[in-house]
Structures are given as C-alpha cells and as structure tokens.
C-alpha cells in the first residue's frame, strides 16, 4: 500500500489527507489555521503546514505528495528567496482601479484572447499593477513571483531562504491560469503583460503538465499540484454536463470543458483544469458568510436560520436581498453594499428575511451559471458543495433557484483529495 499526501492550502486554513492510493481511502489527516485578513505574510501558510502535516502523521511514510491552494494570492520574492511583503490575497480589492488600468490600456477583447480572462481585482496581474504604482519600491526588489501553492511546493521541496533556487518554482495550469499573464493558447506566460504590470520581467514558475513530477529532497514524487477549484475538480471527479457550485468563503460555479472558453465581458474566467482541459469560471465574493451574517442579525443558529427559511414562501413575500455585503466580484462592483428591497408591513418578517439572504445569494450563483450556459456550455447536473451546502433550506431552494438537479456529496476535503488523487498518479507511473 502507498501512502500519499494531498494538501488544501484555503484562506482560512490548511487541511491535509493522507489516502491509500489504490482504494483512496482516508487514512490520516491533520488541520491548521491561517490568520484572518486579505493580506497575510506566507510564513504563516508555511507554518501551519508543517502542523497539520505533523498532526497527520508525518511524512515518513509518504511515496508522493501534491499541495492545492487558494488562487490569485501575490507572493512576491526577493533574489535571496525572502517574501518581500504580505501576500496580497484573492479577496483584497484595493487592486480594483489597477484592474481598470489595464483593461484601458489592453482592451478587455484583446486581454480575455491572450489569457482567458479579463482583469478584476482578484487577480495576480492587478495585484502585481498595484504593488508597483503604491510601493515602487518593494516592486523594484522582485526578483519571481509566485502564487500560494507554487511558494508552499517549493518551500516542502526544501528551498527558501537557506536555499534559494528562485528557477525551482513550479506550478500547473490550473493555478498559471489564474494569473492574467498566462496564455491557455500556447501554454506561456505573456510576458508583455507581467512587464506592464509590475514595471519589470521577473522569473515565474515553471508549469508543469498534469502528468509531471518534481523531487523533494528527501527523493519523493511531487505533483504540479492546482488552484483550489481545479483540485476539487479532481477530488469530486468531475465530468463534461457537471457544474459544481461551492458555497464557502466565496461562491464559485465552474463546470470541466474540453475546449478554450474567452469571455470578453469577464464575467466567465478562462481557467485551465488540472488534467488537462478547461475550467471556465464565475466567481463571487459574498457566498456563505451572507448566511452567517444574517443569521447573527436575527440571533439565531444557522440550523435556526434554516428552519425559519423553509418557513417562508418562494419569493419571501417580495422581500428581497442584494448580498453584496464586501463588494463583488461578479458583476464587478468592488465598492458595492448591500441592500433590502421590498418592505412591507407584510413581508418583513423573520422568516422572508432568512430566505430572501438564501434566495439572494443563490440568485448570485445562479447567474454564474446562466454565464455558462450563454457560452454553449451543457449543464445537467449542480453539485453542491462547501460550507454552505450543509444548509437544509440552501439544499432545498437550490433546484428551484439554479433550475438544475442538485446533488450534494457527502462532507468531504475535496481540494486536498484532489491534490491526494494527483500524487496518486505519480505512484503508478512506470
């Protein structure tokens, strides 16, 4: 029996599996938390590593191992191997109006046919924009940028400070994807475009195919590892008809296509997959945390919160929420807030406030499935997944809302099986 590691490096936390893999059956797993914040300083990703790998067991007896993580996140680095600063995160806005620049001076068609996607605050171009126009400084010192997974992959590997081979980063396509200076066309970066937002060339890491394999010092086999959807893409064993829509942190609604998708609008993200197709993606900033706020404005639990929903009537009576409670990403409204529509004597009630927070941040999600349908891609089925779906009322009002059959899969650390199922791969290779 081989053993391998897979790793879900999220914004709230690291979880890591060891599977069996043949059976891929869990066998050991450990947890550690990461520091709240839309900026964090990556020691702490890689100290809560080491726990939860601790916690796990160790890697001893470990053939092969891949990490997944949250994407988008700036880890900028210094010749010497040093982060030169916070990582700036997926969910940090403070890059909107860098976004808009480039979008100026490129055009949204021309940046959605060389990389998939067009520029909005959460990704790694608009961060790296943002970094040379408000620190010039830290921006001039840059030696390689990476993304979480890809500075955790060569941290485990044995490099950093002590050992700096800036040229040992690696990444996959899934995770390069999601960069706005990678072309799902060729399967390079787009250099221009790096120059034009940080002001300089820089190394990147090397992606590798779904197939590839690096060493760790110790001689083990390291997968390319995957952004966070792509490797639950893979933990979940995702097919062309499906769409998972993951109700956490975020919300994301993405489906496996086998050709290039190019949204000029942005509303659809180009992402690659993991194994070698695409990933086209809609994303939302305001998902299950709409839940929880509302919930806490009634005073209630969120199995409370549930009850009351499914007390209502489709529709809350007319009531109805606008959940941009920290901007949004799709539509791209950074600076928006959110808003109650609708009062009446008659509807404001607490159980039409519980379901229209339900039914608004499924209309959120919805919408990104309407995008992907608008783009020719089949949907049969919704598989729900995240922290959200755990929710009665969400399980229930989620057909009626998405207009799919919904299935949602037993609890489960789906990212970090994924990256387990990847390193499983590498075991059986001749």
């Known amino acids: 029996m081989a053993l391998v590691l897979g790793v879900d490096s999220s914004t709230q936390s690291c979880k890591v599996v060891?599977?069996?893999?043949?059976?891929?059956?869990?066998?050991?797993?450990?947890?550690?938390?990461?520091?709240?914040?839309?900026s964090v300083d990556p020691e702490a990703w890689w100290t809560a590593l080491q726990?939860?790998?601790?916690?796990?067991?160790?890697?001893?007896?470990?053939?092969?191992?891949?990490?997944?993580?949250?994407?988008?996140?700036m880890v900028v680095l210094a010749a010497d191997g040093t982060v030169i600063r916070?990582?700036?995160?997926?969910?940090?806005?403070?890059?909107?109006?860098?976004?808009?620049?480039?979008?100026?001076?490129?055009?949204?068609?021309?940046?959605?046919?060389?990389?998939?996607l067009v520029p909005v605050a959460s990704f790694t171009i608009t961060k790296l924009r943002w970094l040379r126009d408000n620190e010039p400084d830290n921006a001039k010192?840059?030696?390689?940028?990476?993304?979480?997974?890809?500075?955790?992959?060569?941290?485990?590997?044995?490099?950093?400070p002590a050992n700096p081979v800036l040229a040992e980063l690696v990444t996959d396509?899934?995770?390069?994807?999601?960069?706005?200076?990678?072309?799902?066309?060729?399967?390079?970066?787009?250099?221009?475009?790096?120059?034009?937002?940080?002001?300089?060339?820089?190394?990147?890491?090397?992606?590798?195919?779904?197939d590839d394999a690096v060493a760790d010092a110790d001689g083990r086999q390291v997968g390319p590892g995957a952004g966070d959807n792509a490797a639950a893409a893979l933990g979940l064993d995702t097919r062309p008809g499906d769409v998972v829509v993951s109700i956490g942190t975020?919300?994301?609604?993405?489906?496996?296509?086998?050709?290039?998708?190019?949204?000029?609008?942005?509303?659809?993200?180009?992402?690659?997959?993991?194994?070698?197709?695409?990933?086209?993606?809609?994303?939302?900033?305001?998902?299950?945390?709409?839940?929880d706020a509302t919930a806490a404005l009634l005073g209630v639990s969120l199995e409370e919160f549930s009850d009351l929903a499914l007390r209502a009537s489709p529709?809350?009576?007319?009531?109805?929420?606008?959940?941009?409670?920290?901007?949004?990403?799709?539509?791209?409204?950074?600076?928006?807030t959110a808003s109650l529509s609708g009062m009446t004597l008659a509807s404001t009630t607490r159980p039409n406030l519980a379901r229209a927070a339900v039914e608004g941040m499924l209309?959120?999600?919805?919408?990104?499935?309407?995008?992907?349908?608008?783009?020719?891609?089949?949907?049969?089925?919704?598989?729900?997944?995240?922290?959200?779906?755990?929710?009665?009322?969400?399980?229930?009002?989620?057909?009626?809302?998405?207009?799919?059959?919904?299935?949602?899969?037993?609890i489960a650390e789906y990212v970090a099986l994924g990256a387990a199922r990847q390193a499983a791969r590498l075991t059986t290779r001749a």
Do not use: C, M
């Open 51 to 73: 726990s939860a790998i601790a916690e796990a067991g160790g890697l001893e007896d470990i053939a092969a191992w891949s990490i997944g993580g949250q994407q988008h996140g």
């Open 173 to 210: 396509r899934s995770d390069a994807s999601g960069t706005g200076y990678w072309n799902p066309a060729t399967g390079e970066y787009d250099r221009e475009l790096l120059v034009a937002a940080l002001g300089h060339d820089a190394v990147l890491p090397r992606v590798l195919a779904a």
């Open 363 to 410: 209309r959120g999600l919805g919408a990104g499935l309407d995008a992907l349908r608008d783009l020719g891609i089949p949907l049969e089925r919704a598989l729900l997944i995240g922290g959200g779906a755990q929710s009665e009322a969400v399980r229930k009002i989620a057909p009626e809302v998405l207009g799919l059959p919904v299935e949602v899969p037993e």
């Open 250 to 291: 975020s919300g994301t609604v993405f489906a496996i296509s086998t050709e290039r998708v190019e949204d000029p609008t942005g509303t659809v993200a180009g992402f690659a997959d993991a194994s070698g197709r695409f990933l086209p993606l809609v994303a939302t900033l305001n998902a299950a945390r709409v839940l």
């Open 141 to 160: 010192r840059v030696a390689a940028v990476a993304l979480p997974h890809d500075w955790l992959t060569w941290r485990l590997r044995g490099f950093g």
């Open 86 to 116: 916070d990582a700036l995160l997926w969910n940090d806005t403070r890059s909107a109006v860098a976004a808009a620049d480039l979008i100026a001076e490129f055009g949204a068609p021309t940046l959605a046919a060389r990389t998939g």
């Open 315 to 336: 529709g809350a009576d007319g009531l109805s929420l606008l959940p941009y409670f920290e901007g949004e990403r799709t539509p791209n409204l950074p600076d928006a």
């Open 18 to 38: 060891i599977v069996d893999s043949e059976t891929g059956a869990v066998v050991r797993s450990g947890r550690a938390s990461h520091p709240d914040g839309t």
